[in-house]
């Protein structure tokens, strides 16, 4: 990854779930020297034409003088908490098509937003919310949906891959937000045409030759990727494990007590937010994961840079 400051966003409703991922951007941006741009998205000039006879009136303006009030107060605290002076963003729109916006014209690489938002405790069955599921499945970049406080940096990083070309950005994530000298890489795998191989009376002796040849490919498969991103064997551990990759991921990571899972998004037609269809690991995992998910995008597999690991090219 380049050696220039990136930026990270951070959007806030002002809710406590978006406060919370306030402060893990903050902590992230000071782990990695970036720059944290802090905004907060008004309603779009059509529902302030609802909410405001004039919008230009004094009582609308007062409404945008609290918002800004609000972000700045939010700023210097994360300022006197983490040491990084975030730069407040006050726009107008629609939340999720805001955010994208302006990480567009930022240049951001990141966008951090709280799981659930404003409507958390609200529902116990919407695990994510709208504006993070809307924001996740578009972005070019990669989105950081955060759950648990920010008490201190990202110790136990777990990168999801199943080897496609988007696990290397995958893996350069993890090796870029951990301060620890450890990563953990998970993957579950399966018998190819297990199901075909049982319904042809295929014996466990068979099926178990199978999965270790399958296990023996993927441990190649990722210690080259190790290789290709210039990682030492020593930097990561490897869990790759037979299994359905839902439970099987999580029941890795909870086992390690993972504080956040990197995992790869497929293509924006592959909505994460789908109604009645079957959704990519990546929704599965966002929805029911405890701890926070990063989503990165299928695009970054084709622009990420090589992993730089020396100590002294890790901001840590």
């Given at each position: ?106 240049a951001a690489h990141l966008i951090v937003l709280g799981a659930r938002g404003e409507r958390e405790g609200v529902s116990l069955l919407q695990t994510v919310g709208d504006t993070a599921v809307k924001v996740a499945e578009r972005a070019r970049v990669a ?11 990202y110790g136990r990083v777990f990168a999801c891959v199943k080897g496609v070309p988007a696990d290397r950005s995958i893996v350069a994530w993890a090796n870029r937000v951990s301060p620890a000298d450890l990563i953990h890489i998970a993957s579950a795998y ?127």
């Open positions: 990854m380049s050696s220039q400051p990136g930026r990270i966003l951070a959007a806030t409703d002002f809710s406590p779930a978006a406060d919370r991922a306030a402060r893990r951007a903050a902590s992230v941006a000071a782990t990695l020297g970036d720059v944290l741009h802090l905004a907060h998205i008004l309603p779009p000039a059509e529902t302030f034409a609802q909410l405001f006879a004039d919008p230009a009136s004094s009582e609308a303006q007062a409404f945008r003088s609290r918002a800004e009030r609000a972000l700045e107060e939010r700023a210097q605290r994360l300022a006197d908490r983490y040491g990084v002076k975030p730069v407040c963003e006050l726009h107008a729109g629609h939340a999720a098509q805001a955010i994208l916006d302006l990480s567009e014209s930022l989105t950081l949906l955060v759950r648990r406080e920010a008490e201190v940096p399966s018998v190819p045409y297990e199901w075909r191989l049982v319904e042809w009376g295929a014996s466990q002796r068979t099926l178990e030759t199978y999965a270790a040849r399958e296990r023996e490919s993927r441990t190649r498969a990722l210690s080259e990727l190790l290789r290709e991103c210039g990682l030492p064997a020593a930097r990561a551990q490897l869990h790759i494990e037979r299994g359905e990759p839902l439970p099987t991921i999580l029941q890795i990571a909870g086992q390690w007590h993972a504080d956040v899972l990197i995992l790869g998004r497929r293509a924006e037609a592959d909505s994460l937010s789908a109604a009645g269809q079957f959704g990519s690991i990546a929704r599965r995992i966002a929805f029911h994961a405890p701890m926070d998910v990063m989503i990165v995008p299928p695009a970054l597999a084709h622009t990420e840079r090589s992993v730089s690991t020396k100590p002294a090219d890790r901001r840590e």
